[in-house]
């Protein structure tokens, strides 16, 4: 049980850590008021999307690899791909680039319309 905990708290700190790049490019006002958005990038369309992570998943069936790159958090399908799992999210929390253990598994879907700009 011990060793669960650590590794929830390894997974979770690394996805904040990950996460910090793409909420810096957040925008935290609108005619509702302050809100915070998180961004995903999905390289096979080259739009932005707006995300919200909704929770941790137990690893159970697919997942679709998500990863920080020169934009921000990516990923390579997104809504109306073949490849995209609705928001189902791997994070290779212990970089051996297997799914596994000591990985992150959540969901957190994109929301459309994507945009070319962030």
Request: proline share 7%.
């Amino acid at each position: 049980m011990k060793k669960r905990i650590i590794t929830l708290a390894t997974a979770t700190g690394l996805i904040v850590a990950l996460a910090l790049p793409a909420l810096a490019t957040t925008d935290n006002r609108d005619d509702n008021g302050p809100h915070g958005r998180t961004v995903v990038y999905v390289t096979s369309q080259g739009q932005f999307y707006d995300s919200v992570v909704l929770g941790d998943l137990p690893q159970e069936g697919p997942f679709q690899k998500l990863e920080m790159g020169i934009n921000g958090l990516q990923t390579e399908f997104g809504p109306g791909d073949p490849g995209y799992l609705g928001g189902r999210w791997w994070l290779d929390a212990n970089g051996n680039g297997i799914q596994d253990e000591g990985d992150a598994f959540f969901l957190c879907p994109l929301l459309g319309p994507g945009d070319a700009a962030a």
